[in-house]
């Protein structure tokens, strides 16, 4: 079994950051390539960002330049720096772990931008 859990939402102001952590435990045996999804109220779940094993990352069209995706290998952790947000980034944000063939999410983090 693998747990995520995330942290680090809130409430910020346009223009304003956050930074958001998903923590991994359990089952893990070798760096896995991670991602963040969000979902927003009455959209589906989108991919945020993704890090690779190696380190290398993706990012969607909508949040380039403005999120950083990175990782503490030690410490199983990703991270979500958010940077310049706007209101359309409010949403819950979620982990992802492939592990074994089976994935595992966390039960999420809401964040909410007021304009």
């Known amino acids: 079994q693998v747990q995520l859990v995330e942290s680090g939402g809130g409430l910020v102001q346009a223009g304003g950051s956050l930074r958001l952590s998903c923590a991994a435990s359990?089952?893990?045996?070798?760096?896995?390539?991670m991602d963040w999804y969000r979902q927003a109220p009455g959209k589906q779940r989108e991919l945020v960002a993704t890090?690779?094993?190696?380190?290398?990352?993706n990012y969607a069209d909508s949040v380039k330049g403005r999120f950083t995706i990175s990782r503490d290998s030690a410490k199983n952790t990703v991270y979500l720096q958010m940077n310049s947000l706007k209101p359309e980034d409010t949403a819950v944000y979620y982990c992802?772990?492939?592990?074994?063939?089976?994935?595992?999410w966390g039960k999420g983090t809401l964040v909410t931008v007021s304009s």
């Open positions: 359990g089952r893990i045996f070798s760096i896995k390539p």
């Open positions: 992802r772990i492939v592990v074994a063939l089976r994935t595992y």
């Open positions: 890090i690779t094993s190696g380190g290398g990352t």
